[in-house]
């Protein structure tokens, strides 16, 4: 692996020519990359085969949730460095660096990508580049595809008319680099202007000089630039996505085991935060990981060992999914056991839909399959979210919606925090109190002060922390509900206090 300090030759300064660039597919990662590669002061042209997303776009409105991202757009739309279109041949004649955005889904029939989105974007951009270019990958794919990319480049690429790409040392025809991302959803922007690394998968100095280009403005700022080959820069997206995921299931497991001896896993994962080889961050327990990448990055990534040989390498990413699925099932255990082991013609007012707060994404979100799992038992699910309700509503039409509690709060049995957005975080304790039928609360996402909560009268619960009931230590006497058993009369009194508490009753 060679760093920033490699290549010094090929570095551009911030003050060289600025190269016109162009961003193929205006999903999350595209729309984002165009607008903050506009307001670092490039002109930039980006297209979408959704005629209605461009539509969108041009008029200064972004598809999706995004904090900060719609005034730049609008910002950038009024300077004119920034411009949408739905022709592949106006971005092929117009751009000297094209980033591919496009996205890598998991396949419906198994583990692994798909790809066909991207295979469709370089087919189509590819017969129409006659002059030299660089071309990105940006999205998230399994090791190995890259070097196809370049090899369907080579062949379909006027440009490259006899030339063998292997070997062009200055863009004389088109090249191919691949440009990990690694922005989160929430920090987009700032993610993508200030991002803590660039990592290069480049071929040649030529395809390095043109990215360093491309990134002056952010390059001029200090970030480390790591130029690799091809292969390990697709590796580092997968690889940093799966050390996230197992840090997130690591003290989630931790929790596990803090239910079985009624120990905390708050105070536990402060107290691992503390040593700087462990640090605090990733390491919040609650409902596990969700979103657009963690799970499906992990399952494409073991796909991928699969066909590699080397699938025994990464047989752990399976206990780590497996784990994160588990959480899911364990607050509605908590919800079953803290209502009498009965869901059925339960209300249940559950906060949160979106994956995490911030976002109004709900691929793959702990949030909807917790209000799914509970659905299914029989209960009677309203589900509040300040952002995600409309995409919910598609992904889940089977519940109910509001974009405010108190709307909805009415007779509720339980409610169920499941997103820790700061909206909930404020919630007032005594005032929700009045509305519901029984003040109970299950706060999956370890958002509330639990104290507060008490002192106003609920029953507070929350996984992975103690319910001053030491449970038995033999697994076959736990309940049915993961609620721990009782060691005794006293024991099971004393849970059955604390699940009986005071309840508020609508006045
Ligand atoms: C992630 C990566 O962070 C980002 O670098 C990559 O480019 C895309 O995937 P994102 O999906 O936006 O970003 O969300 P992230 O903030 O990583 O959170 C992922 C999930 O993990 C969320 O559901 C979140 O609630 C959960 N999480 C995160 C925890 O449960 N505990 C934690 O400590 C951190």
């Not at 889904?105 to 790809?115: C, K, N, T, W």
């Not at 989105?117 to 370089?122: E, G, V, Y």
């Not at 050390?243 to 299931?249: D, R």
């Amino acid at each position: 692996m060679s760093t920033s300090d490699s290549h010094e030759d090929a570095a551009a300064p911030d003050s060289g020519p600025r190269p016109r660039l162009t961003v193929i597919g205006t999903g999350y990662l595209g729309a984002t990359h165009a607008v903050c590669m506009a307001e670092l002061g490039f002109e930039v042209l980006a297209v979408d085969v959704d005629h209605s997303k461009i539509e969108r776009l041009s008029a200064g409105e972004i598809p999706f949730f995004e904090p900060d991202l719609a005034d730049l757009l609008r910002a950038n739309l009024a300077t004119g460095r920034l411009r949408f279109t739905t022709s592949f041949e106006e971005i092929a004649e117009f751009g000297d660096v094209h980033f591919v955005c496009v996205g890598t889904p998991q396949r419906p029939d198994g583990y692994g990508a798909d790809l066909s989105h991207l295979n469709a974007a370089i087919e189509r951009l590819a017969p129409l580049l006659t002059r030299p270019c660089l071309v990105v990958g940006k999205s998230t794919v399994p090791a190995g595809t890259a070097a196809g990319i370049a090899r369907t480049l080579a062949r379909l690429a006027p440009a490259n008319a006899g030339a063998d790409a292997d070997i062009v040392s200055d863009l004389a025809g088109v090249q191919l680099a691949w440009n990990p991302e690694f922005l989160r959803e929430g920090f987009a922007v700032a993610d993508t202007l200030h991002p803590d690394r660039l990592v290069f998968g480049v071929a040649s100095p030529a395809a390095e000089g043109a990215l360093r280009a491309a990134f002056a403005p952010v390059i001029a700022q200090g970030v480390p630039v790591i130029v690799t080959d091809y292969a390990t820069a697709e590796l580092v997206k997968t690889a940093a996505n799966s050390f996230l995921a197992t840090k997130i299931s690591f003290i989630n497991a931790m929790a596990e085991v803090c239910e079985a001896v009624d120990a905390d896993v708050l105070t536990l994962a402060e107290a691992l935060s503390h040593d700087v080889r462990i640090g605090g961050n990733f390491l919040r327990p609650g409902v596990g990981f969700g979103g657009g990448c963690l799970p499906k990055d992990i399952r494409a990534f073991q796909a991928r060992a699969d066909e590699l040989g080397v699938g025994v390498a990464l047989r752990f990413l399976r206990e780590i999914d497996e784990i994160n699925n588990r959480r899911r099932d364990r607050v509605v255990d908590l919800v079953a056991a803290a209502l009498d082991g009965t869901l059925a013609r339960r209300r249940l007012l559950v906060l949160g839909a979106a994956f995490k707060p911030n976002s109004d994404d709900v691929r793959d979100s702990p949030a909807l399959a917790v209000a799914d799992l509970l659905a299914r038992t029989g209960a009677d699910v309203t589900v509040v979210d300040p952002v995600a309700t409309p995409n919910a509503r598609r992904a889940l039409p089977g519940v109910t919606y509001s974009e405010t509690v108190e709307d909805v709060a009415a007779d509720a049995d339980a409610v169920v925090l499941l997103t820790e957005w700061r909206q909930f975080a404020e919630l007032d304790p005594a005032r929700l109190g009045q509305l519901v039928r029984r003040k109970l609360i299950i706060d999956a996402r370890h958002a509330l002060d639990g104290d507060r909560w008490r002192q106003a009268g609920w029953v507070y619960l929350a996984p992975g922390r103690p319910t001053g009931v030491i449970p038995s230590p033999v697994p076959e006497q736990r309940p049915r509900f993961g609620l721990p058993a009782a060691t005794g009369p006293d024991g099971a009194a004393a849970r059955d206090a604390e699940i009986d508490a005071p309840v508020g009753r609508r006045s």
